[in-house]
């Protein structure tokens, strides 16, 4: 009897095979009462597969597959008894023109390590998981946009390096358990996002051309010192959301492309099926078994690996059919325009899937257009992901920030702008790795003026962004100002920490993470008007910025007041909405977060509205606000 059988192959034919992942691959069993490995893989055009490994000798004969029924699926299968758990294996594919092609299985749990490119045998099974605590939180009653969310973007293999060692260094999935855990919940952060963990050959792409889709990198371990380490998160209450990569895959030829000699999970027309500027093939989403192939590995890191989320890469290159492509490089769709109705109807799909089936679990989209209802749901027409990255903020965001705070005063709308569009979608402000390589600079070296006044922009600018609606994303070292850009071969400059500005700085960026978390004015409202009002949005000769955050229940509401110019104003007014005291809970003028001597500590904390017109409103308060300066305060006011 076949370990694929007929109704295996009708659901994988329809792309509703949720459970492909325990079928297709390498799998333990039994044949006629003896242990071994099944061996299952989707080549419908080629002539004869054989397994061949170190079970084997390698030998290209011994282990021939056969066909599985019904024919018409492409699904070949072997039995091989007694196979040793870690032995290396590949498919040898006899293609249409009798070619010999050298396949690593697309279904591996786990690689050989690169620049080996075979996969290994193995099983996900045995590990003692303790974090039902977390997953029982994850699935509680509060709306997951009611809750905050700030995640802390990592790359693993150069967020810390062991020195002088032969092995790249790396840090396992086990010792990064022990040290990257504690950093990232001491930080305040709610979640981590980790890069380059689905198995890929280049170190160079980060992560973002796969080739093996179910297995955690060997780079850092085993698939079971991975599930450790999301274990250990999960534990100290962090959520894991790891970088998927549907959009396209590389061209190396132990991987996806021309699997069994043919186009098969890419589209044949090199015009819909390649991405000429990143030199990658394009999944063929039209087909049900490719479809099966995407959804069966974002099932997998749930139910295998317990990841919370999945922040999707490149949408816009799967949503548009001329994304990066000149004239005569694309073909329209059947309608005549330019959308892939095929990668439409697939993220309704899986979105609806995952996040329906997964209580709390996160489809994110890296969508960089004005697309609409990325976020909306599916019965308006909306593609259904649980959040989308603000591209559009970022950029505005950036712009601003790089300016000389002389002439950001004829710039102010770039940081209002947002504001406009918020309730349009679910948003997450993102400051990811992009926005510091490739000469872009890091995010201090983006700042003006000397480099005190570079670190007083910045911190300005993140205390901007937190307070900002949107949940939050930063990459690993910019809570610290590293200076360089960011770059895989290394690690971070943990060095830098020794000078005063530096760990300033990320004292600064954890007390808005902590604060962020605890008062839930800050997220609790994030997608709509009743969370948010301005106080004065147009204060664009002096660069000031004054706002207001609400909580549903009226209490402990935060008053944010910030300055972008070198002024200070130590006579500063401004409009209050309450005239409930008002509390100082954030002051960047602190020796402990600016490690300049001009430091001031403030001695008044309370400060009670005064019947005194400002910004439109009848009472307000005076404060002393620095130059650079940021001041949030807490006060409660009636919603009735």
Sequence with gaps: MSHFTELDAYLFGQGTHYDIFRKLGAHPGKENG????????????????????????????ASPMYRVKPDGIGVWECVIPNPSKGQMYKYLIHGSNDEKIYKADPFAEYAELRPGTASRLWTTDGFKWSDSAWLKSRMDDTPYYEKPLSIYEVHPGSWMRHPGTGDDGFYTYRELADRLVSYVVDMGYTHVELMGISEYPFDGSWGYQVTGYYAPTSRYGTPQDFMYLVNAFHKKGIGVILDWVPAH????????????????????????????????????YGKPEVKNFLIGSAINWVENYHIDGLRVDAVASMLYLDYGKKDGQWVPNKNGGNENLEAIEFFKHINSLMTGRYK??????????????????????????SYKWNMGWMHDFLDYMQLDPFFRKDNHNKMTFAMSYNEYEKYILVLSHDEVVHLKKSMIGKMPGDEAEKFANLRAGYAFMMCHPGKKLLFMGQEFAQTHEWSEACELSWYELENPRHRAMQNWVKKLLHLYRKYPAFYEQDINWNGFEWINANDSYR?????????????????????FTPVAYPDYRVGVVSREKHTLILDSDELEYTAEPTAKKRKKKSFTPEKQSCDGKDYSIAYPLP?????LFTFDYDVK
């Excluded at 130059?627 to 001041?631: D, E, I, Q, S």
Aim: contains cysteine; aromatic residues 16%.
């Design 627 to 631: 130059a650079f300066g940021v001041a």
């Design 34 to 61: 003896q242990d071994g490995f099944y061996f299952d893989v989707w080549a419908p055009h080629a002539k004869e597969v054989h397994v061949i490994g170190e079970f084997n000798g390698w030998d290209e004969q």
């Design 249 to 284: 895959f590389p061209k190396d030829a132990h991987g996806l492309a021309d699997f069994d000699g043919e186009p098969l999970f890419e589209y044949a027309d090199p015009r819909k099926g390649e991405h000429p500027d990143w030199g990658t093939k394009i999944f063929d």
């Design 360 to 385: 709390g679990f996160m489809m994110i989209a890296e969508e960089s257009t004005a697309w609409p209802r990325v976020t909306g749901s599916v019965e308006d027409n909306g593609l259904n992901f």
């Design 543 to 563: 660069s000031i910025f004054s706002f207001v955050r609400k909580s549903k229940d009226g209490k402990q509401n935060i008053l944010c007041v910030i300055n």
